[in-house]
């Protein structure tokens, strides 16, 4: 089990997040961008461990999987307005971060796709302990909720 968790780690953190392209003096951002990037490595850590249950890669195990949920819906409840200061978005910074001006475009829109995350990780912390089937069910809107974020205000890597 241990491996499968570490393999799991290792591939979370793999994911293509963007690498500072600036170096700290050139980029004001710097701390910021790494906070967000820090955040969105430890939900997708998280849920990866639920993905890989939920979809037979992992043993079902009811305490690990009420962990994970559990920490993506204490992370849905920060407030993290001070990682998107005005000015750290992809037109002014380039490969520094992968988020879109389309966040400082549209605040709104942005806030309410946190909230629906915060509502999908709310529902998937209420399950993720009863069942194999309670964690399945749950993980879709969970991870629809992560899709209609990214597409609208993360670049993609195409």
Same mark, same amino acid.
């Given at each position: ?24 003096? *050139? ?51 920060? *407030? ?25 475009? *549209? ?49 993609? *890597?195409?």
């Amino acid at each position: 089990m241990k491996t499968i968790y570490m393999t799991i780690a290792a591939a979370a953190l793999a994911l293509p997040f963007a690498t500072a392209a600036l170096s700290e003096a *050139d980029n004001p951002f710097a701390a910021n961008i790494a906070a967000r990037q820090g955040q969105m490595r430890v939900q997708a850590f998280n849920i990866g461990v639920l993905v890989a249950m939920a979809r037979g890669e992992a043993e079902y195990d009811a305490a690990a999987a009420q962990t994970a949920a559990s920490n993506i819906a204490a992370i849905s409840q920060m *407030d993290g307005r001070a990682y998107w200061p005005a000015g750290s978005d992809t037109a002014a910074l380039g490969d520094a971060t992968r988020a879109l001006p389309e966040i400082w475009q *549209d605040m709104a829109g942005f806030g309410g796709a946190w909230g629906d995350f915060g509502a999908a990780a709310t529902a998937m912390n209420a399950v993720a302990g009863d069942g194999l089937g309670a964690l399945q069910g749950a993980i879709g809107p969970l991870g629809q909720s992560c899709a209609a974020c990214h597409r609208t205000y993360q670049q993609s *890597d195409d």
